[in-house]
């Protein structure tokens, strides 16, 4: 199956800094899908984003669908310890019987207190 | 209290052995999906389930199996012939263009 691009793999930062990580993919998505896992535990959804363009805030969450519906990102401002995770984005093609998730490898993000 | 439910938490069977990871859901969605992972990779999808008594295989369905006999479930049975079958597997159901996960079963096989 395929995969997304996304970037980066992992981050270290200081709690209070702003993080940013993107997907990026060769092909068009109808929706992309934002999800936190932490360890041993379930995906659990952050944020969706069904049409092109869309900038959709959560919280400290912001995140965007790419013009090109090829890529996204998704932005956590002023980060606190429990930010602590593995981030994951997802692209979902969908029509006729066929809804299928392709997702990013994760982004590891640690916060330093 | 709506969600999904996957039991049990943790799993360890013999090597040979088919077992199966139990999957149910209170939040009326007709699709259903079993998504195996591995350290270092991305979600991989197993099979899946559009409605009752329909499921198609996903992108790495060999030495698996399922049934969806009933809308509120979707057992995974890992047979003798995955090789590879200790993961950690998640399976989620979608409404619209969303897709929700359960908690997860993490298989060891010893």
């Known amino acids: 199956g395929q995969q997304l691009n996304q970037s980066p793999q992992s981050m270290f930062i200081q709690e209070g800094e702003d993080v940013s990580m993107n997907c990026t993919s060769s092909?068009?998505?109808?929706?992309w899908l934002w999800y936190k896992q932490d360890p041993g535990e379930g995906p659990v959804l952050l944020i969706a984003l069904y049409k092109a363009g869309e900038l959709t805030s959560n919280g400290r969450l912001t995140a965007q669908f790419g013009i090109t519906r090829k890529d996204s990102f998704l932005n956590i401002s002023a980060s606190i310890p429990s930010d602590v995770g593995i981030y994951f984005c997802?692209?979902?093609?969908?029509?006729?019987?066929?809804?299928?998730?392709?997702f990013g490898k994760g982004t590891l993000l640690t916060v330093n207190p | 209290d709506g969600g999904i439910t996957q039991s049990p938490k943790y799993l360890f069977r013999k090597e040979g052995q088919n077992v199966t990871l139990s999957c149910e859901q209170n939040?009326?969605?007709?699709?259903m999906y079993w998504y195996r992972q591995d350290p270092g990779q991305g979600l991989r999808l197993i099979y899946y389930s559009q409605i009752v008594n329909d499921f198609q295989k996903g992108d790495i369905a060999e030495g698996y199996s399922v049934s969806r006999e009933k809308k509120e479930s979707f057992p995974l049975t890992v047979t003798s012939a995955q090789k590879n079958p200790t993961a950690f597997y998640l399976c989620a159901s979608r409404v619209t263009d969303t897709q929700y996960f359960g908690p997860g079963t993490r298989l060891t096989v010893l």
């Open positions: 997802a692209g979902q093609t969908s029509g006729g019987s066929n809804y299928k998730l392709t």
């Open positions: 092909s068009i998505f109808n929706t």
């Open positions: 939040l009326n969605h007709d699709a």
